[in-house]
Structures are given as structure tokens and as C-alpha cells.
């Protein structure tokens, strides 16, 4: 009985020693956040994204903690990105599958779309095989204006459901209210945009009635400027007179012409001859 009894407290501390070297093992896989993603943009990096509630990626969580622990080794940075409390990371990285793994390399994101499991990452890092991967375009990569658009959406829509929870279930207020209310909200914020828009754009490109005088001494000149103009209506219509007349004269000469040519060709009546013979 005795023996027995300490084979049963040699097991149990055994346990008890492993459950606590569990504990202490502090995990090797960083948290990223949408305030420290930029780290990505320096060194190699190989990033997970997840979400708690996806069973593939449950399966996928104890080989990635012992690819962590090759990091040091590889010289690679092994990172998770939890895409339910960092909305912003999950438009920036368009994840649109769970689990999503990308390699980073100075700057240069590629998708990871091969197996998971810690030998293939550990392959995949040593023998250097995300090279035959082709890299984001620049367009695309999570650094561009697209995508830090695209992450400020995802934020907004992320907010705009806390609202509405709260809104629903603190308030006490009920759905179709919420709903009037962010309605009415977008209404006034689009008029508020419109009248900055028309206002920006009456500021940089004014009407004609609006705009300045480029000559301040055009009022100056205003008299001398009308004289000219008027000593130019006389000149044009002196000019037109002697044109009309030189045309009237050219007519009558025409008409003299034409009429003296009629007299000549004239035909002789052949009877008035014979009688007058």
C-alpha cells in the first residue's frame, strides 16, 4: 500500500509539474493590432489571420505555436491577427477565407496557400520557397491609400454595429428606431459634405458675376476706350457708304451696257426692207 501510495504522489507531481511548465511557457506567437501592423513593413514576418470561433482555424493554432518556436531559429517573426477584434487589419489584408497566412518580406506581401503544418511552414521559410510566389501589387498592398481606405470602412462598419448594439440592448431602444436613427444621420451628414463640397467649389472656381476685375484701371480708360470704339463704328460706316455707292454706280454702268448691246443686235424685219424698196 505504501509503495502504491508513492507511485500515485510520484505521478501526480509529474503532473502537476507539467500543467505548470505549461502554464509558464510563455506563447512565442506575437498579437498584432491595427496600431502596430506596420511592424510587418520591416523584416520577415509570417502572419495568421483568425477568428476565435472557426474551427478550422482551432485545428490549425498548436501547429502554428510550435512553428513559433522555430522563429527564433529562422529568423522570422510569427504573428496572429484576430479578425474579430481587428476589423481594420481584416479590409487592409482583404481576408476574405479563415485561416489566412501571409508571408511578409521587407514590404513585400505574399499568400501562404500552402499546407499547415509546422514542417511545411518551417520548409517554406528555409528553403526560401515564398520566392516562386508572386508578391501584392502596390496597388493592393496594405500599405496603399486603396486599402487604408478600405480599413477605415471596415472600422467605420465595426462602430457603427457597436452603435447599433448599443443603441438596442443598453437603451433600451427598439431595432426599427436605431435603424431611423442612423438613416437620419447619414441624411445630415450627406447635406453637411454637399454644402462643404459646393462651398469648395465656389471658392476655387467662382462664377463670373463673382469674379474680381483683373485691370483696376479699367474705369479709367472707360471713355477713351468708348471714343475709340465709336471713331471705329464711323469709319466702318463711312466705309460701307462708299461701298454701297461704288455698287450703285457699277449697276448703272451694267445696265447702260447691257442696254446698248440690245440695240445693236436688234434683228431687221425682212418686210419693213421690201416695202420700202
Request: net charge negative.
Amino acid at each position: 500500500m505504501a509503495a502504491a501510495g508513492r507511485r500515485c504522489a510520484v505521478v501526480w507531481l509529474a503532473l502537476a509539474a507539467g500543467v505548470a511548465a505549461a502554464l509558464g511557457r510563455r506563447s512565442q506567437v506575437k498579437t498584432l493590432t491595427d496600431g502596430t501592423w506596420r511592424a510587418l513593413l520591416e523584416g520577415e514576418w509570417m502572419v495568421e489571420f483568425y477568428a476565435p470561433w472557426c474551427p478550422a482555424c482551432q485545428n490549425l493554432q498548436p501547429e502554428w505555436e510550435k512553428f513559433a518556436e522555430w522563429g527564433e531559429d529562422l529568423e522570422v517573426n510569427i504573428a496572429k491577427v484576430d479578425v474579430t477584434e481587428q476589423p481594420g487589419l481584416s479590409g487592409r489584408f482583404i481576408i476574405t477565407a479563415l485561416p489566412t497566412i501571409y508571408h511578409c518580406k521587407d514590404g513585400e506581401f505574399r499568400r501562404y496557400q500552402g499546407a499547415r503544418t509546422k514542417t511545411d511552414f518551417i520548409n517554406f521559410i528555409s528553403d526560401q520557397e515564398w520566392k516562386s510566389i508572386e508578391p501584392v501589387s502596390s496597388w493592393f498592398g496594405p500599405s496603399s491609400f486603396l486599402m487604408s481606405s478600405m480599413s477605415a470602412l471596415f472600422q467605420l462598419s465595426m462602430w457603427i454595429r457597436h452603435c447599433h448594439g448599443y443603441l438596442t440592448e443598453s437603451v433600451g431602444i427598439p431595432v426599427w428606431g436605431s435603424y431611423a436613427i442612423f438613416a437620419l444621420a447619414t441624411l445630415f451628414s450627406g447635406l453637411i459634405l454637399g454644402l462643404i463640397m459646393v462651398f469648395l467649389a465656389d471658392c476655387l472656381c467662382p462664377s463670373k458675376r463673382h469674379r474680381q476685375q483683373q485691370y483696376p484701371y479699367s474705369k479709367k480708360l472707360a471713355p477713351e476706350s468708348a471714343q475709340l470704339l465709336k471713331k471705329l463704328d464711323e469709319e466702318q460706316e463711312a466705309d460701307e457708304e462708299d461701298l454701297s455707292d461704288d455698287e450703285t454706280e457699277d449697276k448703272e454702268v451694267s445696265n447702260r451696257n447691257s442696254s446698248m448691246n440690245a440695240v445693236r443686235q436688234r434683228p431687221v424685219n425682212p418686210a419693213t426692207t421690201v416695202d420700202k424698196s
